[in-house]
């Protein structure tokens, strides 16, 4: 199977920065587009950035300007630069991946996660 694991987090002040880092492995063909997301206490999941094979990417409105998403194919990462980082972006921040093929190691369209990375921003 793939396997994401997310790094970076951590606690800044408002205005700072953050780098986070989502590394792909196991069975890497599984892997397709990668995204972020991130849920703050007692609200849903959602969508912060995502990025496909040809380097293109969408952000949530709330981050436009401020967050940058870039890919290191030979390093299989995806990462995610914050800038003028708000308290409302505090959160746990998730590195996604939906499966590309269906054989004994992948489930095409099945939703593979990492585990999480905090990011507090304090005001």
């Known amino acids: 199977q793939v396997q994401l694991v997310e790094s970076g987090g951590g606690s800044v002040q408002a205005g700072g920065s953050l780098r986070l880092s989502c590394v792909v492995s196991?069975?890497?063909?599984?892997?397709?587009?990668m995204s972020w997301y991130r849920q703050a206490p007692g609200k849903e999941r959602e969508f912060v950035s995502a990025i496909d094979s040809r380097g293109s990417t969408t952000y949530a409105d709330s981050v436009k300007g401020r967050f940058t998403m870039s890919q290191d194919i030979a390093k299989n990462t995806v990462y995610l630069q914050m800038y003028s980082l708000k308290p409302e972006d505090t959160a746990m921040y998730y590195c996604?991946?939906?499966?590309?093929?269906?054989?004994?190691?992948?489930?095409?369209?099945?939703?593979?996660w990492g585990q999480g990375t905090q990011v507090t921003v304090s005001s």
């Open positions: 196991g069975y890497i063909a599984c892997a397709s587009d």
């Open positions: 996604k991946t939906t499966g590309r093929k269906s054989n004994a190691l992948c489930r095409r369209g099945l939703d593979y």
